[in-house]
């Protein structure tokens, strides 16, 4: 390890109490082997944060955990911003060694200016004036935080709650090199946490975090676990999952650096406030256009400009790399989260949006603005189900680890697939639908075990799906595959439920619906294109009936003579914004790992029509 890591590592030791790994405690009344769903959000920020503050927020982590379980979540993450712990509480805390400095001063008169660009910079540096010449005191003032951020957690995992909640320690890795969007949420599975989080001061590039946070936390603490999961890839002007990681070049170091990525980066935040990361509607990958992919486009993504970001066209060089190196940096599974800088973790419904962004977009005319921030374009943000035994922090953070999770655009749609080699043909009719296809089958999440014997075998998927409180329209199965003629990566999409054209309208006036939809549907497909050659992945998508977006149930609301100020409700369309949407849920992939191994360098990405 470098000097850098070696010296963070040093310092690392237990914050709070929490209990080991491992450690055996009575199972939960409700305990499920074949695993209950359970809804949360894993993307919170608080007074702690340098932006939320200045925003106006002053939550602390102990009262956006009551709102989570106030709110009926099952569990959530306090993931403030690593970087500037010290300096928000110096500039903050009368009489604070640095709290009279002209950059404190500045920060609280609403300027920011004197610490943020330091998370775009390849070499970052501390302001002096706040943190000292070495940075000590921002360090120092920093750990404080911390601990108190951790010890909410403890508060928050009571015996009372046991069962019933679930907190998880966190913070965001806020690294922005030269502008783009590279961020982590940092999840630890427990309060046994290195006494200092990995921020982008130490750790400048996503890689350098990876490594870090094994050498601070798994390598350093007894019983410290712990994941990252990149958020908002649709603003990372095509950086977030690129395959070329400065100064590994060897062929063999390329494959531990995907042995890392794959392990402490097991899921990928697809939907959030600041838009949807799942994909574009006429991306490269895809083989035929994908109007699904509409909802919520936010930022340069809305014109197309970097579809390397979207996490459709991530997964396909996933298997483009699994094919090369024998190992997958990019098997993902997909998480939501509101990202609220509010502490409302879980407010995601459309017809009560009442904003995430603190003092800053707490009114409707200030969350219709499209001018100077694009407020309207933001949304209430998405939720993570979790497929876990029990509602315990062990047993949720086990199921994010082996992917048997999804996510959803905001409604607490019920979602189950299983893909298997054996038939699945007749299950959506009978009772023990899960039980039969558990064991024959692998979850969401999981791989297809090698194909047996018999050649004319297929994969088969099973998808079955409950409504929230909206109905549902369809379901549908995605297949990305590698095009053993090119090596590169396309996905195609199945209506296997539902209809693909739905009937259902929605009153612009009035957003009342029309129409129906179903309440539950359930279906099957096999992959009669399957090549047991080349690796492959298959998820499912749910997509509700149309709805009214939040933007246009308060353009409705608003007197006339103030909605006619508003381009957000003359003009959505120019600042592209939808009226309606159809909300969606989105699985992990289920993976087949085809027959990789290490082949040849990577080609370019010149793509053709997939034969």
């Known amino acids: 390890m470098n000097r850098t890591f070696a010296i963070f590592t040093m310092c690392a030791l237990f914050v709070g109490a929490g209990p080991f790994v491992g450690a055996q405690e009575p199972s939960c009344p409700d305990a499920n082997p074949l695993r209950n769903v359970y809804f949360g959000d894993l993307h919170v920020h608080t007074s702690l944060s340098l932006d939320a503050w200045m925003w106006g927020n002053r939550i602390t982590p102990d009262g956006a955990l009551q709102y989570a379980i106030d709110s009926g979540l099952d569990f959530s993450v306090i993931s403030d911003h690593s970087e500037w712990l010290g300096e928000l509480q110096l500039c903050t805390t009368i009489g604070s060694p640095a709290y009279e400095s002209a950059p404190c001063k500045r920060y609280r008169g609403g300027d920011r200016s004197d610490f943020t660009p330091q998370n775009q910079l390849e070499n970052p540096?501390?302001?002096?004036?706040?943190?000292?010449?070495?940075?000590?005191?921002?360090?120092?003032?920093?750990?404080?935080?911390?601990?108190?951020?951790?010890?909410?957690?403890?508060?928050?995992?009571?015996?009372?709650?046991?069962?019933?909640?679930?907190?998880?320690?966190?913070?965001?890795?806020?690294?922005?090199?030269?502008g783009t969007n590279q961020h982590r949420t940092v999840i630890f599975r427990s309060t046994a946490v290195p006494s200092l989080p990995v921020s982008h001061f130490e750790a400048p590039f996503p890689h350098q975090m990876r490594e870090a946070l094994a050498d601070v936390c798994l390598e350093s603490v007894h019983g410290c676990d712990v994941i990252a999961i990149p958020h908002n890839s649709n603003l990372a002007l095509g950086t977030m999952f690129t395959t070329d990681i400065p100064g590994i070049t060897t062929l063999e170091d390329q494959v531990a650096a995907a042995r890392l990525q794959q392990r402490l980066e097991p899921v990928v935040e697809v939907f959030q406030h600041k838009g949807s990361s799942v994909c574009l509607p006429n991306a490269g990958i895809l083989a035929q256009p994908d109007p699904l992919c509409r909802l919520e486009l936010y930022g340069p993504g809305v014109r197309g400009a970097y579809e390397e970001d979207y996490v459709y066209t991530a997964l396909g060089s996933g298997l483009e790399e699994w094919l090369r190196l024998g190992v997958n940096p990019f098997q993902f599974g997909f998480v939501g989260a509101t990202d609220t800088h509010g502490s409302t973790p879980g407010r995601v419904d459309e017809a009560d949006f009442q904003g995430h962004v603190a003092k800053m977009d707490d009114r409707p005319v200030e969350r219709l603005r499209t001018t100077p921030q694009d407020w309207a374009g933001f949304n209430p943000g998405g939720l993570t189900a979790v497929?876990?035994?029990?509602?315990?922090?062990?047993?949720?953070?086990?199921?994010?680890?082996?992917?048997?999770?999804?996510?959803?655009?905001?409604?607490?749609?019920?979602?189950?697939?299983?893909?298997?080699?054996?038939?699945?043909?007749?299950?959506?009719?009978?009772?023990?639908?899960?039980?039969?296809?558990?064991?024959?089958?692998?979850?969401?999440?999981?791989?297809?075990?090698?194909?047996?014997?018999?050649?004319?075998?297929?994969?088969?998927?099973?998808?079955?799906?409950?409504?929230?409180?909206?109905?549902?329209?369809?379901?549908?199965?995605?297949?990305?595959?590698?095009?053993?003629?090119?090596?590169?990566?396309?996905?195609?999409?199945?209506?296997?439920?539902?209809?693909?054209?739905?009937?259902?309208?929605?009153?612009?006036?009035?957003?009342?619906?029309?129409?129906?939809?179903?309440?539950?549907?359930?279906?099957?497909?096999?992959?009669?294109?399957?090549?047991?050659?080349?690796?492959?992945?298959?998820?499912?998508?749910?997509?509700?009936?149309?709805?009214?977006?939040?933007?246009?149930?308060?353009?409705?609301?608003?007197?006339?003579?103030?909605?006619?100020?508003?381009?957000?409700?003359?003009?959505?369309?120019?600042?592209?914004?939808?009226?309606?949407?159809?909300?969606?849920?989105?699985?992990?992939?289920?993976?087949?790992?085809?027959?990789?191994?290490?082949?040849?360098?990577?080609?370019?990405?010149?793509?053709?029509?997939?034969?």
């Open 125 to 178: 540096e501390r302001n002096i004036e706040v943190c000292g010449a070495d940075g000590s005191r921002c360090r120092e003032w920093a750990a404080d935080a911390w601990a108190r951020l951790v010890t909410a957690v403890d508060h928050a995992n009571t015996p009372e709650n046991r069962c019933t909640f679930s907190a998880f320690p966190g913070y965001e890795w806020t690294g922005s090199n030269g």
């Open 387 to 611: 497929w876990a035994s029990e509602n315990t922090p062990d047993a949720l953070f086990d199921a994010i680890k082996r992917r048997e999770v999804y996510a959803t655009s905001g409604p607490k749609i019920v979602v189950r697939t299983f893909a298997s080699w054996d038939s699945l043909e007749g299950l959506c009719d009978r009772p023990d639908l899960v039980e039969i296809a558990d064991e024959i089958g692998a979850p969401m999440g999981g791989e297809l075990a090698p194909r047996p014997w018999d050649p004319s075998l297929r994969p088969e998927v099973i998808a079955t799906a409950v409504a929230d409180e909206t109905p549902l329209a369809q379901i549908q199965v995605l297949k990305t595959w590698v095009d053993p003629a090119t090596g590169l990566a396309y996905e195609e999409v199945h209506t296997i439920a539902g209809d693909a054209e739905t009937t259902a309208t929605v009153d612009l006036e009035t957003c009342e619906r029309s129409g129906t939809g179903y309440t539950r549907l359930c279906g099957t497909w096999v992959d009669v294109d399957f090549d047991p050659d080349v690796p492959a992945a298959y998820h499912v998508r749910v997509v509700e009936v149309p709805t009214c977006r939040w933007s246009r149930r308060q353009c409705n609301a608003l007197a006339p003579s103030v909605a006619e100020q508003l381009s957000a409700c003359t003009d959505p369309a120019a600042n592209h914004i939808d009226e309606i949407i159809q909300e969606q849920a989105w699985t992990s992939p289920i993976w087949y790992p085809g027959r990789t191994g290490r082949s040849t360098p990577r080609r370019a990405k010149g793509r053709a029509a997939p034969k």
